[in-house]
């Protein structure tokens, strides 16, 4: 008789297709995103004169819950901080995707290195926002004073 075959979960092959499939549909989405904001922007406020971008503090862009209610009022600005934020979860959703692909094929190890660069990536993106520091002074001086000594 034979044994019953064990499922290990997708095939690499298949789990690199689907991978490269949400990297290409993330970053052309967020393209088109926007470049669709860019041109609303240059519609409505191409004749103005240039803004100067070095005082360029929008608050209400600031939270993804206010940039993502101008995106749906179909403010130039919004649109393009959502495109933005888009391609940046791009990568984000890639990782977890493969910590899910890893732990259906059973392959623990890599689904603890998968995690732990997950960890990092989070930092990175909202060590910033929490910390009320960008994630690269957060680094090199952490809230720790221990660290520090």
């Known amino acids: 008789m034979s044994e019953p075959s064990r499922?290990?979960?997708?095939?690499?092959?298949?789990?690199?297709r689907i991978i490269s499939g949400l990297l290409r549909i993330g970053v052309i989405?967020?393209?088109l995103i926007v470049f669709s904001g860019g041109l609303l922007y240059l519609l409505h406020d191409g004749r103005q004169p240039a803004p100067n971008l070095g005082q360029f503090k929008p608050e209400q862009l600031r939270s993804p819950?206010?940039?993502?209610?101008e995106a749906v009022a179909l403010q130039p600005l919004g649109l393009i901080m959502f495109g933005l934020l888009l391609?940046?979860?791009t990568p984000v959703v890639r990782v977890i995707f493969s910590v899910?692909?890893?732990?259906?094929?059973?392959?623990?190890?890599?689904v603890l290195f998968t995690l732990?660069?997950?960890?990092?990536?989070?930092?990175?993106?909202?060590?910033g926002y929490l910390t009320g520091r960008g994630a690269a002074e957060a680094m090199f001086f952490p809230p720790w004073p221990l660290v520090w000594c």
């Open 87 to 89: 391609l940046i979860a």
């Open 29 to 31: 989405t967020s393209a």
């Open 116 to 127: 732990l660069v997950l960890a990092i990536l989070l930092y990175s993106l909202f060590s």
């Open 65 to 69: 819950a206010h940039i993502w209610g």
């Open 100 to 110: 899910v692909a890893f732990a259906l094929q059973r392959d623990y190890l890599y």
């Open 7 to 16: 499922y290990s979960g997708p095939s690499d092959e298949r789990v690199e």
